[in-house]
């Protein structure tokens, strides 16, 4: 059966709902891996053949990683999420094996020897996401965890403060060193705040648009309301502008507005949010000098002053757009490129080494990738009848978003460049095992979104019933999953804050 | 909620079109501004670090790009530059590339038309670009010998095959090493040119095709015996006035003959003893007699004034125009501002080997990509009929009899008839001379013909160096 077709079936409000039964598609899940697996392996050998004789051992653990790791989620999806979307593991896998591909391309000819440790860490993420669809067969459970999540964030972003823990990498104390290997406690901070996000605004998110004084058009929220939602927002930027780390801040201040925006669809939120970060912005410019330094190499890229600054200057930018431009509309081809001449090629800069070596061409084929990836993401949003798991789904796929803007405009000087992991194919094990994690977390989503409900199973939970309405359960989840008849049948719920 | 879901959705389809928007700008619409950047190293890198075809001879390389241990990669290395680097040139990053290096710049870097799907090919296999590689028609043994005669002198050789026009050796002496101007360290290029560059005997010319062009002297008169049989004014039999010292009208000088044969013992001569003699006064007086259009036709018939690229580009040699007739006589005895390159006057003699026929002289025997596959192969290339065939045949006889009997004896193979004619052009007020040598052999089926000028010798020492060395080079190759 083909794409189109199936999902033209999803999108159909058709009478005979009843008699439409979700397929698994675990068989069609198995044909794209094979094909991932040619893509991102054939990456590999061309990669080999250029540069050795003969089969290098890493090529081949990398290889027998990538294949077991994602023969076994697709098993474990079999027994524990057979309706799972068959399209997130196989782009997972073709990224993951390019960014495999491009650690040991770098590792080459660079003094780095990054591709095993990327290997055993891919192998580890994998593991967890197999074992967040063994253990989590329902996600809703980790509603439960929600106020977990928040002081597990707040731990998380703590942890490199800690004196003798904590571990300064070029002028960012993000990372904790434990026998001798390091770890970056932010991106696993990303996932617990999402779920504490997606949890606290599942549950309150009514009391927080409904309760409150109303100035104009705009209610504003009980602070009682929104409190937790404000101390997790101010610790996680606080504890990262102290740890000079502005990507991150990014990242997690833009989370936090996508699923304030996702649980309410209010903009005037929204645009009050982006105002305080241009007033935040503006002083940290004026006041911080890390954030001073960022700009101005930014905007000042191409002053002979700002190129030749020592530290924080725009050397590390103007190389990557060289690299980038040097690779134009086709690319070098795989190893032919010099990601040597770019700093972090392998980790922050992977994407300007692979748009010098695959071209405007590949990167973007690589960018639709990530647009399809997230795209079944939000699909799994629509899908899910619960409140908390279309605002994980969707705040997880809308923070993987918000890191590569970071990322790639960031590279190509359309904000400025701050240091963040490309998911999935950055070096970094942190960053794999959290977003190896949140890929867990989406099928799991995407398999309660897609398979077979028996009625009023979810009748425990207040969110569904009023999404639902009257409709049967097959019904209405073909119907949440299509149109924007949502708004209709939950306005009587919401009415309050329409009128 | 859902709607919420959905503007999400088009927010973030938003941003990929930014994305991709904000790459198209960097790696498409502005790539090339990016390119030409200054601090951009790549494009030096890429040029000066990449893995260029090698320039063999025989088989052997004579330049060749080996991995280097810097940023670049690879590296040019040259060896036998004494023999060799005239034709080679350099590849440097400061001061870019002469030479071959220069001339099929394209080929040896893979980035010629004919290598288009070469370079698609790599894009699959992934191979580090490898340019084509150059095989030479040059005769080693021959290239060999012609350094030897030039060793510790300046000037200049050029011997060829006058049926194919293959150039069978190149020499320019002084020579220098091309690996000091092709290293990456730019602090010691720059300090070698400078060296060069200010060296009173220009070693970076190559004399044979370039540099500041020499008088051809006597040779020329090889020129006035074509465009008086041409004419049909003269023949073989015509009697000419030898007067010691021709008055040059319209000045208050004379034309003296030349001193150190046995000019002066007649005081007329058919054509075939005044070459022999290599007396003065007769071409003189045949240069004014026919006039400056027909002598210039007949120089341009042999290449004067053309461009040429062997594929070394060859600086057109001159005859001026608009002349006096004292500045035509003394343009006839290849004086005043007649400027040829050796490979002129090598050229010159290939015709009159070759039935009057000149071939294209060519140094590049094949070029072939580094999938093997032939972009280039050698194949002889007519280049102009200089002459008739019987004025070829004549001038050709006279010639013979100049090495037989003339000046040009020094130049005698044991049995085989070779032609040949020397030249002395005077150039400074010290007394010292451009001595010249050319001719070919064997005469009646020609295997090599050569040019051979020495800069800055008295004429004793000229005659003893260019007739016996062309001896030499015409046993070198005849001995086979």
């Known amino acids: ?499 | 909620m859902n709607q919420a879901i959905r503007r999400t959705w088009l927010a973030v389809a938003g941003v990929f079109i930014l994305l991709v928007g904000s790459l198209t700008y960097v790696q498409f619409i502005h790539a090339g501004a990016l390119e030409d950047n200054p601090w951009n190293s790549r494009q030096l890198y890429d040029q000066y670090g990449s893995a260029r075809g090698s320039i063999l001879v025989n088989g052997s390389e004579i330049a060749q790009s080996v991995p280097s241990d810097d940023s670049f990669g690879y590296k040019r290395e040259y060896s036998q530059t004494d023999e060799y680097a005239a034709l080679t040139g350099y590849f440097s990053m400061v001061y870019g590339s002469t030479g071959l290096e220069s001339a099929l710049g394209e080929e040896l870097s893979g980035k010629s038309d004919s290598q288009f799907y070469d370079r698609i090919a790599q894009i699959f296999s992934n191979k580090e670009t490898h340019g084509a590689s150059v095989e030479l028609t040059i005769d080693p043994k021959l290239q060999k010998k012609a350094t030897e005669l030039m060793s510790g002198h300046k000037g200049s050789i050029v011997a060829m095959n006058p049926k194919t026009g293959e150039i069978k050796a190149m020499v320019s002496a002084p020579s220098y090493d091309p690996n000091q101007l092709s290293s990456h360290d730019s602090k010691s290029v720059i300090q070698s040119y400078s060296e060069l560059n200010q060296d009173q005997d220009k070693p970076l010319y190559n004399r044979a095709v370039s540099g500041d062009l020499y008088s051809p002297g006597s040779t020329f008169k090889i020129m006035d015996a074509v465009a008086a049989l041409e004419s049909g004014k003269y023949n073989k039999d015509s009697e000419l006035d030898n007067p010691q010292n021709l008055p040059l009208p319209g000045t208050d000088t004379t034309l003296p003959n030349y001193v150190n044969g046995q000019c002066a013992s007649r005081s007329k001569a058919d054509i075939q003893w005044a070459l022999e003699q290599s007396c003065n006064t007769p071409f003189a007086q045949i240069a004014m007699d026919l006039g400056e259009d027909k002598i210039a036709k007949t120089a341009k018939n042999f290449g004067y004034g053309q461009d040429l690229s062997v594929p070394l580009k060859v600086t057109p040699s001159n005859f001026p125009s608009g002349m006096s007739k004292s500045e035509l006589a003394l343009s006839s005895i290849g004086q005043y501002d007649v400027k040829s390159t050796p490979m002129q006057v090598a050229m010159m003699s290939s015709a009159i080997a070759n039935d009057g026929v000149q071939m294209k002289p060519n140094m590049v025997k094949t070029v072939r990509s580094n999938s093997l596959s032939t972009l280039y192969d050698f194949s002889a290339e007519k280049l102009r009929e200089s002459t008739s065939p019987d004025v070829a045949h004549q001038v050709r006889d006279w010639m013979v009899n100049d090495v037989d009997n003339g000046i040009a004896s020094g130049a005698q193979v044991d049995g085989t008839k070779v032609a040949g004619k020397t030249g002395t052009a005077e150039t400074g007020t010290d007394g010292n001379n451009q001595a010249w040598f050319t001719g070919f052999a064997p005469a009646d089926d020609p295997e090599l013909a050569v040019a051979i000028v020495y800069e800055d010798v008295d004429a004793v020492t000229g005659a003893q160096l260019t007739s016996p060395g062309a001896k030499q080079l015409f046993e070198a190759v005849l001995n086979q």
């Open chain 1, 1 to 499: 059966m083909t794409t189109r077709a199936q999902s033209s079936q999803e999108q159909s409000t058709a009478p005979d709902a009843e008699q439409h039964v979700p397929k698994p598609r675990r068989f069609f899940e198995l044909l794209l891996l094979v094909l991932s697996w040619i893509v991102a392996i054939g990456a590999m050998c061309l990669v080999d053949l250029g540069n050795t004789a003969s089969w290098d051992h890493r090529i081949v653990a990398a290889a027998a990683v990538l294949i077991v790791g994602s023969l076994i989620i697709h098993v474990i999806l079999h027994l524990k999420a057979r309706y799972a979307d068959p399209f997130i593991l196989p782009i997972v896998v073709v990224l993951n094996g390019i960014g495999l591909t491009m650690i040991y391309r770098i590792d080459l000819t660079t003094p780095n020897s990054s591709v095993g440790s990327q290997t055993a860490w891919s192998a580890v993420a994998m593991i967890a996401c197999a074992a967040a669809l063994w253990f989590l067969t329902d996600h809703r459970v980790l509603v439960r965890v929600t106020y977990i999540s928040l002081a597990a964030s707040i731990f998380l972003l703590l942890l490199p403060l800690v004196p003798g823990l904590g571990t300064e990498i070029n002028g960012a104390r993000i990372w904790i060193s434990i026998g001798g290997r390091t770890f970056q406690p932010g991106e696993v901070a990303k996932i617990t705040l999402a779920i504490f996000f997606a949890g606290y605004l599942s549950t309150n998110r009514d009391l927080i648009l409904l309760a409150g004084k109303k100035i104009g058009r705009v209610r504003l929220p009980r602070f009682k309301d929104f409190a937790p939602m404000f101390v997790a927002w101010l610790v996680s930027i606080g504890v990262l502008v102290v740890q000079h780390d502005l990507g991150s801040a990014i990242l997690f201040f833009g989370l936090f507005l996508a699923m304030l925006y996702l649980a309410t669809n209010r903009f005037t939120w929204v645009g009050v949010g982006l105002v305080l970060v241009a007033i935040g912005g503006f002083f940290a410019y004026k006041t911080i000098s890390h954030v001073t330094v960022r700009i101005d190499s930014w905007l000042h890229a191409f002053d002979p002053a700002v190129y030749n600054q020592q530290a924080g200057g725009s050397g590390q930018i103007i190389q990557g757009l060289f690299g980038l431009a040097s690779g134009g509309l086709f690319g070098r081809g795989l190893g032919n490129g010099r990601p040597d001449l770019v700093s972090f090629a392998n980790s922050d800069m992977i994407v300007t080494a692979i748009g010098e070596e695959l071209g405007l061409l590949g990167l973007g084929a690589i960018l639709m990738l990530f647009l399809m990836l997230v795209s079944r993401g939000f699909r799994a949003a629509l899908g899910t009848p619960d409140a908390f798991g279309k605002l994980l789904a969707a705040g997880l796929s809308a923070a993987m978003v918000l890191q590569l803007f970071v990322v790639i405009g960031g590279v190509t000087r359309l904000i400025p460049l701050t240091g963040l992991t490309t998911p999935f194919m950055s070096a970094g094990g942190s960053s794999l095992l959290a977003n190896w994690f949140i890929v867990g977390l989406l099928l799991a989503i995407s398999h309660s979104a897609r398979s077979p409900r028996v009625v009023n199973e979810d009748a425990g939970d207040a969110e569904d019933i009023a999404d639902t309405g009257q409709l049967g359960a097959t019904a209405a989840i073909s119907k949440l999953g299509s149109s924007s008849h949502e708004e209709t049948a939950s306005s009587p719920h919401t009415a309050g804050g329409h009128s």
